[in-house]
């Protein structure tokens, strides 16, 4: 499968080559090994991912009831049709991803416990230089590519997101972030505080709550929800009509999408409607007199996610008295609770901190190029797919609103043809370029706050990659539109440079 090459500036350190380094083996990173070895079938390549298995997310979270927070039809491959419920657990979505792997044979590709920590791009070589450390033994290995693919996630596995608040060392109980969750911790019988009113927070909350003796959301200001049974009904008609897994899939799939698309666009220009229809479901659960200011938040729908409730089961528990929702901020932490800053104590044996998580640029790993570090703040982005001044070298960033996988699917398409192009023309390098006319364009940041302005992107906008005024170096966050534009892409266009391969210079001079 693959060659052997030396390190550059060494004699005898000898690193296996690819001609495509995955990193991550993901929900992205399997996506584009799919890719690969549909549309690219002669590339060798490798994954490196840093876990003992694959499925990223749904790997390292093990909270009760784990579950996505898009419908699978979606957040599911196009190639790879989807049989179960919309919004599935952890579990399924692993075993769907294990599915993929077994069917092209992806497993045989993978290293698993190969943590990245440098990668060196020499010009000399036209090649990337990948260092990496493998867990299960200490030992230092290194891998050669020709094409560098980013697909590690966007957040920092090993710790959560939470904030410091006085007194958080005199708590006498466990506090706890639900991205490490402790396989021994008990909470049957026990009074639970959970901080955050997330998909995370929706999803423990009634998973845990028939086992505690009471369980408290406390929220500093309110999230979007919104609900219906966990079955897709369109889905089930064509089943009965004994349609092909295939056709059903693409059906539902184009259907969600079209109800999605009205729904987002429909809320920018009506948000008070869409509000209302919201909340009417909910009053449907809880009744006229519930406060509904526990569900209202100061932004309007789609500014952040929705968080999708399936069969009301977070109502359910509100309904049922086993689970109270608490709107207030924290004033400090107590060895009994939390003390909120209206003079409430919410008593506690467990606090549990579902506070979002931290941004990942690049999966922390070191970058150079020709020995000069890479700072990804200061490059631009080119589509939300590659960026200026970085060569051979691509990054997944799925979309906020639409589910991350839909992206996946039209990168990795645009990533392929971009391969079989410098192939076919003999190119070894490809630069995204700032031209002259880009040099004084307008600098944006990646997500403007007023289009999406969620903590864990607020907090990490300076480490991200620019937008510029100028097209190409725009990330475009709207499938409805991007789905249209990166299969036109002329691969052509002056803001892509390239480099022909040196044995192709070298027989033509």
């Known amino acids: 499968m693959s060659n052997a090459t030396t390190l550059p500036g060494t004699s005898n350190a000898a690193c296996e080559h690819v001609d495509v380094l995955i990193v991550g ?27 003992e298995s694959f499925g990223g997310t749904w790997h390292q979270h093990t909270y009760p009831g784990i579950r996505s927070d898009s419908d699978l039809y979606t957040f599911g491959y196009g190639f790879k049709p989807w049989k179960g419920k919309p919004i599935a657990s952890a579990g399924a979505i692993l075993e769907y991803m294990g599915e993929a792997i077994e069917d092209d044979h992806i497993d045989q590709h993978i290293r698993y416990q190969h943590e990245v920590l440098k990668a060196s791009w020499s010009g000399e070589e036209q090649l990337w230089f990948i260092e990496a450390r493998r867990k299960d033994t200490g030992e230092t290995v290194q891998f050669s590519c020709n094409f560098l693919w980013m697909c590690q996630g966007y ?38 505080v959970v901080i955050g009113s997330g998909a995370t927070a929706a999803t423990l909350i009634p998973n845990m ?32 009509l004994e349609v092909p897994e295939e056709w059903v899939h693409d059906i539902v799939r184009r259907s969600i999408l079209k109800l999605a698309k009205d729904v987002q666009y429909f809320s920018m220009s009506n948000p008070e409607l869409i509000k209302e229809e919201l909340f009417k479901v909910i009053r449907e659960y809880l009744g006229e007199d519930f406060d509904m200011s526990h569900f209202t ?7 952040q996610r929705l968080a999708y409730v399936p069969d009301g089961d977070l109502f359910e528990g509100i309904k049922s008295g086993k689970v109270s929702v608490v709107t207030d901020h924290i004033d400090r932490f107590t060895k009994d609770g939390i003390l909120t800053k209206s003079g409430e104590l919410l008593e506690a044996d467990i606090i549990i901190t579902a506070t979002g998580f931290n941004l990942s640029i690049m999966g922390d790993i070191a970058f150079d190029v020709d020995g000069e570090p890479v700072d990804f703040a200061k490059t631009f982005t080119y589509r939300g797919i590659m960026n200026s001044g970085i060569p051979n070298m691509s990054f997944m960033f799925g979309y906020l609103r639409t589910s991350w996988t839909m992206r996946v699917d039209l990168v990795c398409d645009f990533i392929c043809r971009l391969l079989n192009k410098m192939d076919s023309e003999r190119l070894s390098v490809c630069t995204p370029t700032l031209r002259e006319q880009d040099k004084d364009m307008e600098v944006r940041p990646w997500i403007e706050d007023d289009e999406f302005n969620a903590g864990y992107l607020k907090r990490s906008m300076h480490l991200l990659p620019r937008q510029g005024g100028n097209e190409p170096w725009q990330f475009c966050r709207d499938y409805y539109v991007e789905k249209d534009i990166l299969p036109a892409i002329d691969l052509s ?4 440079v390239y480099s022909a391969t040196k044995r192709s210079v070298a027989a033509a001079g």
Not at 44 to 50: A, C, G
Not at 297 to 303: A, D, E, L, N, V
Not at 493 to 496: G, I, Q
């Open 25 to 51: 083996a993901g929900i992205s990173g399997v996506g584009a090994a799919h890719h690969l070895g549909e549309k690219c079938p002669g590339k060798r390549y490798v994954i490196l991912e840093t876990k």
């Open 155 to 192: 957040y920092r596995h090993a710790e959560g997101y939470t904030p410091e608040w006085e007194g958080m060392s005199d708590f006498k109980g466990p506090i706890v972030h639900p991205q490490t969750w402790p396989e021994d911790l008990d909470y049957k019988g026990k009074r639970v």
């Open 209 to 240: 709550a028939n086992d505690c003796s009471h369980i408290t959301m406390l929220q500093r200001s309110p999230t979007y929800f919104w609900t219906g049974e966990n079955r897709n009904e369109l889905a089930d008609q064509l089943r009965e």
């Open 297 to 303: 938040p100061s932004y309007r729908p789609w500014q």
């Open 493 to 496: 266009e002056d803001a892509l």
